[in-house]
């Protein structure tokens, strides 16, 4: 289940109540109806397998492990193109430069989402979905190299980590063999040559996108959804130029605060709140860019 954005989720949808197990790679599916796609998965007996390369790295260091010796999950970020550009330039970049990742090939939407930091909020939410973990045991970490994909921390103060190159081979591969292993999917990790691995907070006054993830994430039920669509629909106005890159954040955020929160309880709620979102961040954009 790859396909971008919001139009993964009827597809990913029929296919779990087909009972097909599902090597998720689209996280906004999660981010817009967790509770229904893992309910429906779990009463078909559906496994959903991560594709994200920080989802797959948890799902293998939790393999045998139960959710009482799990302290926090540790999600890694590279920090995108602009992770050591002054903050006061930002408001200038343009599309080209945002969308020269400096570690992984990926689409124009989630590179720009990288950029923000909203990629990592989504997964934060994402993580919640599969893990069954709450918002303040997932902690993000910036980690430039992305050699580390992601860590466990268990309560007896030791940390499980899954290292290797930066390729999408890796993740892709481990999901479609599970429970086995391909051989030679991609070019074997050298940790005497991977050169210093480094670890900091992220600046959530630089990224408000992944503030505002976080705060969808516990306010809960519709407010994911909303969060999903609005961002959607202010990256592509970036992308065509008609907004700013620092208003990315700032569409999703007066998005969020005109929303009522619904439970979303079927797909056709989720899909009239994902439209209501996207229609009301057209609106923000339009003030914006006029």
């Known amino acids: 289940s790859a396909i971008v954005g919001s139009a993964c989720l009827l597809p990913t949808l029929a296919a779990v109540r087909a009972g097909k197990d599902i090597a998720l790679a689209t996280k906004e599916t999660l981010v817009m109806a967790g509770s229904l796609i893992m309910a429906e998965a779990s009463k078909r007996r559906v496994r959903v397998l991560p594709v994200d390369s920080e989802h797959s790295a948890v799902f293998q260091c939790l393999e045998g492990r139960r959710k009482d010796e799990i302290k ?22 343009t599309p ?46 910036l980690h430039p ?44 990790l050298d940790l005497s040559k991977a050169g210093e691995l480094t670890f900091r907070e992220p600046d959530r006054t630089r990224y408000p996108s ?19 669509a609005a961002n959607e629909a202010a990256v592509e106005a970036f992308l065509n130029r008609k907004i700013a890159f620092t208003k990315i954040p700032a569409v999703v955020s007066d998005t969020i605060k005109q929303h009522s929160v619904s439970d979303g309880s ?4 989720i899909i009239d709140v994902s439209n209501w979102a996207t229609a009301k961040a057209g609106e923000i954009i339009d003030t914006l860019s006029n």
């Open 266 to 269: 079927t797909i056709e709620d």
């Open 210 to 228: 992944l503030s505002l993830a976080y705060e969808a994430l516990r306010i809960g039920k519709t407010m994911p959804c909303v969060l999903n």
């Open 96 to 141: 080209e430069k945002a969308l020269k990742h400096p570690n992984w090939e990926m689409g124009r939407k989630v590179t720009i989402d990288s950029a923000t930091l909203m990629n990592k909020g989504l997964e934060v939410i994402e993580a919640h979905w599969l893990f069954g973990m709450p918002a303040e045991k997932i902690k993000v970490l």
């Open 72 to 93: 926090r999950i540790i999600l890694t970020a590279s920090g995108g193109p602009f992770i050591d550009m002054e903050a006061s330039v930002l408001d200038g970049v």
């Open 145 to 188: 190299q992305s050699i580390v994909h992601s860590m466990v921390e268990f309560v007896d103060g030791s940390i499980i980590a899954q290292l290797s190159v930066p390729d999408m081979k890796g993740p892709i591969g481990y999901a479609l063999s599970y429970p086995g292993r391909f051989q030679n999917v991609m070019e074997p």
